[in-house]
């Protein structure tokens, strides 16, 4: 069991620290005695209400701010650790909702966001496609003035905002994390390879075989010193040989 990371020397001195840092966060004298004296009145058949269960739930998670242990909250608050303990799990389980909230108002804030900003890009690109073009006529009357609208490609500028406007769509959605999930004919491809490759080596093992057999086989010469009695006498034997032969 892990050691507590304040340790007090008297029960006094926990009761102390833990009153001090109660008030510190704003929960009142009384407040406190009404916790500790619950446990006591629960004997008389009292249930918690939801302003003191609330309460409770305050305080024990001040306390663990302080840098206190769940039996050392049990034994200030007069509550049993199985108490605090579920109060320490419902205020993580709170705390982690409210995080997730935040992200996803955060999160659906930047979007609409982006989604504005492409709207409002694509919007001036259909703008820039038209091109107001003035003509002054001279003539007998002082001149006539008459305005053309002229169709162009556009600036290429604001489509390249809509564009990233949408890549961050896609973030925020979390598109782009999506992974191509390997499909059957991927295994089945690999089946076909695996195969193939099996029969080549089998066919390899069997034309190696056919060679060994359909080869001639070597004839064995045997070599004798010994004169052939068949022979006139012009090989003659080692032992017959001399020196002076040579």
């Known amino acids: 069991m892990p050691r507590p990371e ?3 020397a008297t029960p006094e001195e926990e009761e102390a620290y833990a009153r001090k840092a109660l008030v510190r966060a704003g929960i009142s004298e009384t407040q406190y005695e009404a916790i500790r004296e619950f446990r006591t009145d629960q004997k008389a058949g009292r249930i918690y209400t939801k302003e003191m269960t609330g309460l409770r739930r305050w305080m024990v998670q001040e306390l663990l701010a302080a840098k206190m242990s769940n039996r050392q909250i ?3 608050l007069q509550l049993s650790k199985e108490t605090v303990n579920a109060d320490r799990h419902f205020n993580r389980e709170i705390y982690t909702q409210e995080i997730l909230k935040n992200q996803d108002v955060h999160r659906a804030r930047l979007l609409k966001e982006q989604m504005e900003l492409k709207d409002k890009a694509m919007k001036s690109f259909e703008e820039s496609k038209k091109k107001r073009v003035t003509t002054i006529m001279d003539g007998d009357d002082g001149g006539k003035q008459m305005v053309k609208i002229e169709e162009s490609a556009g600036d290429s500028s604001f489509l390249n905002v809509a564009k990233n406007s949408l890549v961050e769509q896609a973030k925020l959605l979390g598109l782009n994390e999506l992974k191509p999930v390997e499909t059957n004919d991927n295994s ?3 089946f076909l390879k695996d195969l193939s490759s099996t029969i080549e080596k089998e066919k390899e093992a069997k034309a190696t075989t056919e060679r060994r057999n359909n080869s001639l086989p070597a004839a064995a010469t045997t070599i004798s010193f010994d004169p052939d009695p068949e022979d006139d006498g012009a ?3 080692l032992e017959t040989i001399n ?3 040579y």
Do not use: G, L, M
Request: cysteine-free; proline content about 0%.
């Open 6 to 8: 304040i340790e007090f």
């Open 74 to 76: 049990a034994n200030v």
């Open 188 to 190: 089945y491809r690999k």
């Open 235 to 237: 090989v003659q034997s």
């Open 243 to 245: 020196e002076d032969d």
